[in-house]
């Protein structure tokens, strides 16, 4: 028997670590969206967002004010500190956009302009780019880039730029500093969380008005074909007539309709009717569409209720419509709830309905139609802000999962055809 | 007037309508009609309970036949006439579908959908049930594996694209290549894997969904079945598979189903992933691609889902009828 004892705490030591990893698979992809949405565009292309704790190295680009430009001989010469006011610390600089940190702080980085001897034997101007310690003299490379070499002793300096660790630049130019000359800077930049994602799309891109409208569809479309199942549910539990088992497996069956049945007619329906592509055509589609589940789900339940106290309440001489409304109703509200939840979460995140019920211009747009039609496309690479919009959109669903979930699960177990 | 005072409106109007209809037309049964006054007393009683019924199934039924029964026919119809919908040309979007590459590509994707989401989320949801059973944050667990089905697909798609960005900064896939030292891939741009990465996302939201399920059917196993095997010397494995699997069986078609339908009805994935892209095209977004722009060819794609999915529902049906017996 010790034997078994052990094998068992051997068992649930790996049921526990095997639990603990399928939670984080589960998590990992909504942890990511959720810390992706507190940080700049710059720290995410700069850092995977699970090394969001850790400072990050960004490029940064600075164009010192050209004031106080002072003559060196044929060259002129603009120094200073990057970070004027403010203050940072250098991990590495450049003089373009494509290698921002090509020399590090305390060196200095050169570009010259050079003769080149082409595979053709003709002789061309180049431009080589070298770092070099201050203290030290530039060493010309023998080949550019393209690899041809190099003639000796042409060496023209164009421009170069040292930058100290703390931000004090000199920079020198072989022409007159009239603009303000682009660098390039690499620092370490300490964890940044900030609400700036969240601020942008509610304020630039209508986020707030296609939260709004997805509100506007959802709350209609779940509460109305709450009564109008319940009363169908009561029938279809309690009452006597020719043709119920029919209309149940009637119902059973239009469950598993699939929707993309209903689009192209009904939206030809709504048009010849005059509503035509609008909120009220939305609210009449969701409030056909999730019928069967609700008359399913209510009819169900229902049917559980005891059986006693129904009958006793029609022997006290209670009609069908004071049985339905002050005992079959408030007894009901487990399943009434359950319903609510699925149907809230339905419509809130449903895409198809609302693309093809809802008019497509962006004043209409609810926030599924938004991010996918919209955002994927003008905001491609704006991870932060894709991520924000996300978690706008997913935020209430998941807040109402949390606070109902028993309700959920119940209807979920009843709502399954057994 | 801004749609949000409509629907403000509208809620007291569907939800005041709905009462007034029940609440009116009962009183008028009772007291109009069939009054169970004078002698005809208790034969307008009888009346009144043959029509009630009727009166509380009426808003139901007049919904239910217009928006899905009313559908299926008109979609029927519609699939057999010409794009501008005024020349009857028979099957003749079937025939011009299945003679395109594009169909049967979405076709093939469906079919892969169809076996492979519902297989994956339902045997990750037996894992999970099972293994969650008897821990004692069982429930926490259970509730955080539950979570995805609170997200749309959409959202869920947005969450997924971080996954799989072609970015070992952003994607956590690439990130893992990355510290191997592989090159950085796009994980729904490698021809027919990348459905696999698309059916993924669905697994995820599904599983939970799974799980809750199939949790409640493990603890409705008798104990006594369970006892009695580990007496006979069963070890957990043997547990699992010989004695509470078979037990769960109707609950695991169930399942099975259920995701299935779900599956022939998504088109959101596919739709925010790749729009079809990369030869990842299902029916549903397919039919997409066709919504006004084609009726006829729209209608006959849904028409094919609806062909699909027909033996689930006639199964489905015939569960519930021996049920009620």
């Given at each position: 028997m010790d034997n078994m004892a052990g094998q068992k705490t051997s068992l649930s030591i790996v049921t526990n670590l095997s639990v603990i990893l399928l939670v984080i698979l589960w998590l990992i992809p909504t942890v990511g969206l959720l810390v992706s949405s507190f940080r700049s565009n710059?720290?995410?292309?700069?850092?995977?967002?699970?090394?969001?704790?850790?400072?990050?190295?960004?490029?940064?680009?600075?164009?010192?004010?050209?004031?106080?430009?002072?003559?060196?001989?044929?060259?002129?010469?603009?120094?200073?500190?990057?970070?004027?006011?403010?203050?940072?610390?250098?991990?590495?600089?450049?003089?373009?956009?494509?290698?921002?940190?090509?020399?590090?702080?305390?060196?200095?980085?050169?570009?010259?302009?050079?003769?080149?001897?082409?595979?053709?034997?003709?002789?061309?101007?180049?431009?080589?780019?070298?770092?070099?310690?201050?203290?030290?003299?530039?060493?010309?490379?023998?080949?550019?880039?393209?690899?041809?070499?190099?003639?000796?002793?042409?060496?023209?300096?164009?421009?170069?730029?040292?930058?100290?660790?703390?931000?004090?630049?000199?920079?020198?130019?072989?022409?007159?500093?009239?603009?303000?000359?682009?660098?390039?800077?690499?620092?370490?930049?300490?964890p940044q969380f900030s609400l700036q994602n969240y601020q942008t799309i509610m304020a630039s891109d209508n986020m707030d008005r296609a939260f709004i409208n997805t509100l506007t569809v959802t709350i209609p479309a779940t509460i109305i074909p709450i009564l109008i199942a319940a009363f169908a549910a009561y029938a279809l539990a309690w009452m006597d007539f020719a043709g119920r088992g029919f209309l149940i497996a009637m119902v059973v069956g239009l469950l598993v309709v699939p929707l993309q049945l209903a689009l192209v007619p009904l939206l030809q329906l709504h048009n010849r009717v005059g509503i035509g592509q609008s909120f009220l055509g939305i609210w009449l589609a969701h409030t056909g569409f999730g019928l069967p589940l609700a008359v399913y789900l209510l009819r169900n339940y229902m049917v559980g209720l005891p059986r006693d106290i129904i009958e006793s309440a029609k022997v006290d001489g209670a009609t069908d419509f004071q049985v339905f409304t002050k005992i079959v109703l408030p007894l009901s509200f487990p399943a009434l709830a359950s319903?609510?939840?699925?149907?809230?979460?339905?419509?809130?995140?449903?895409?198809?309905?609302?693309?093809?019920?809802?008019?497509?211009?962006?004043?209409?747009?609810?926030?599924?139609?938004?991010?996918?039609?919209?955002?994927?496309?003008?905001?491609g690479g704006d991870w932060g802000i894709l991520a924000a919009a996300a978690f706008i959109s997913i935020a209430v669903p998941l807040v109402v999962f949390f606070a109902m979930q028993k309700y959920l699960v119940r209807g979920l177990l009843a709502g399954s055809v057994k | 007037?801004?749609?949000?005072?409509?629907?403000?409106?509208?809620?007291?109007?569907?939800?005041?309508?709905?009462?007034?209809?029940?609440?009116?037309?009962?009183?008028?049964?009772?007291?109009?009609?069939?009054?169970?006054?004078?002698?005809?007393?208790?034969?307008?009683?009888?009346?009144?309970?043959?029509?009630r019924p009727w009166l509380f199934l009426f808003p139901a039924i007049f919904a239910l036949g217009l928006y899905l029964v009313y559908p299926v026919v008109g979609s029927f119809v519609r699939s057999l006439y010409n794009r501008s919908g005024n020349t009857f040309i028979g099957l003749g979007n079937y025939t011009q579908m299945f003679s395109e590459e594009g169909f049967r590509t979405a076709l093939f994707n469906n079919i892969l959908w169809a076996l492979v989401v519902p297989a994956g989320a339902t045997f990750l949801g037996l894992l999970a049930a099972q293994l969650t059973d008897k821990l004692r944050w069982g429930n926490i667990a259970k509730s955080l594996i539950f979570m995805p089905m609170a997200i749309s697909f959409v959202g869920a798609s947005l969450i997924w694209k971080f996954v799989y960005a072609n970015d070992p900064d952003i994607g956590i896939i690439n990130a893992v290549r990355d510290t191997i030292g592989m090159g950085p891939v796009d994980p729904l741009q490698i021809p027919f894997w990348n459905n696999f990465f698309l059916m993924i996302i669905l697994i995820w939201i599904q599983t939970g969904f799974a799980m809750v399920i199939l949790s409640a059917a493990l603890r409705g196993i008798p104990e006594e079945t369970i006892e009695a095997a580990i007496i006979d010397g069963a070890n957990p494995f043997q547990i699992f598979f010989k004695i509470k699997v078979p037990q769960i069986m109707g609950t695991i078609v169930v399942v099975w189903t259920t995701i299935t339908i779900l599956v022939l009805k998504v088109f959101d994935i596919v739709y925010a992933m790749t729009g079809g892209n990369f030869d990842t095209e299902i029916l549903p977004s397919y039919m997409m691609d066709y919504m006004f722009r084609d009726d006829g060819r729209a209608t006959a794609v849904a028409f094919v889902i609806m062909i699909i999915v027909l033996p689930v529902m006639v199964w489905n049906i015939r569960q519930a009828r021996r049920e009620m017996r």
């Open positions: 710059e720290q995410i292309s700069a850092s995977g967002w699970w090394a969001s704790m850790f400072p990050v190295e960004e490029a940064i680009r600075i164009s010192p004010e050209p004031e106080g430009v002072t003559r060196d001989g044929e060259m002129f010469v603009l120094s200073g500190n990057l970070f004027g006011e403010g203050s940072g610390t250098v991990s590495g600089f450049g003089i373009a956009s494509t290698d921002p940190g090509a020399a590090e702080p305390g060196q200095v980085y050169a570009r010259f302009n050079v003769d080149v001897t082409e595979p053709d034997g003709e002789v061309d101007n180049a431009r080589v780019e070298v770092a070099y310690d201050a203290e030290a003299q530039a060493t010309i490379p023998t080949e550019d880039e393209d690899g041809n070499p190099v003639v000796a002793g042409t060496a023209m300096l164009d421009r170069s730029l040292q930058v100290a660790r703390n931000g004090d630049f000199t920079y020198v130019s072989d022409s007159e500093i009239t603009r303000a000359p682009s660098v390039y800077i690499t620092t370490m930049q300490p319903f609510a939840i699925f149907q809230f979460l339905w419509t809130w995140n449903d895409l198809l309905i609302a693309k093809v019920f809802l008019p497509s211009n962006s004043e209409s747009w609810v926030m599924t139609v938004k991010i996918a039609d919209d955002l994927l496309g003008s905001r | 007037m801004s749609p949000m005072l409509q629907g403000i409106i509208t809620i007291f109007v569907g939800v005041g309508g709905c009462i007034a209809y029940f609440y009116g037309s009962n009183l008028i049964l009772d007291r109009v009609i069939f009054p169970p006054r004078n002698d005809d007393h208790g034969r307008n009683i009888n009346r009144a309970t043959l029509v």
